[in-house]
């Protein structure tokens, strides 16, 4: 299931992306430091929090596969949880893992610059609503 948002463009979504690595002081245009990103964002942007969580913690994310999760609070900030087993698979620097990181870190950003998910939301594959 998703949540749809307003739209954008591909090249506004660009100028994010280069905002974005600035604010990271990223000078290299072909790797971006995901870890590194993770553990600054807090001193970057106030409104987001990161946790590394144990595997099977399910205190704050409900299904055991769900590898990482932006939570939103009512105050306008993020807590970006991210699983064990996905930090470490990063920090050997398995692509998927990074990617799980710096989607989480991007609803964040995205949310704070006003993309928030609107009531609306697509189903597929015949989802029903619940």
Same mark, same amino acid.
């Given at each position: 299931?998703?949540?749809?948002?307003?739209? $954008?463009? /591909?090249?506004?979504l /660009?100028? &994010?992306a280069?905002?974005?690595?600035?604010?990271f002081? @990223?000078?290299? &245009?072909?790797?971006?430091d #995901?870890?590194w990103?993770?553990e600054? &964002?807090?001193? #970057? %942007? @106030?409104?987001?929090?990161?946790?590394?969580?144990?595997d099977?913690?399910? @205190?704050? $994310?409900?299904?055991?596969?769900?590898p @990482?999760?932006?939570?939103?609070?009512l105050k306008?900030?993020?807590? $970006?949880? #991210? /699983?064990?087993k996905?930090?470490?698979g990063?920090?050997?620097?398995?692509?998927g893992? /990074?990617?799980?990181? #710096?989607?989480?870190?991007?609803?964040?950003? %995205?949310c %704070? %610059?006003?993309?928030?998910?609107?009531? *609306?939301?697509?189903?597929?594959?015949?989802?029903? *609503?619940?």
């Open positions: 299931m998703d949540y749809q948002t307003k739209p $954008i463009s /591909r090249n506004d /660009r100028t &994010i280069k905002w974005f690595r600035h604010l002081q @990223s000078r290299n &245009i072909y790797r971006f #995901v870890l990103a993770f600054k &964002i807090h001193e #970057v %942007l @106030s409104e987001i929090t990161t946790e590394v969580i144990e099977n913690d399910l @205190s704050v $994310i409900t299904y055991q596969d769900v @990482s999760a932006c939570i939103p609070d306008g900030n993020y807590h $970006i949880i #991210v /699983r064990q996905v930090y470490d990063a920090a050997r620097g398995v692509g893992y /990074r990617d799980h990181i #710096v989607h989480e870190m991007a609803h964040a950003v %995205l %704070l %610059l006003g993309f928030t998910p609107v009531f *609306e939301r697509t189903f597929k594959n015949n989802e029903l *609503e619940p």
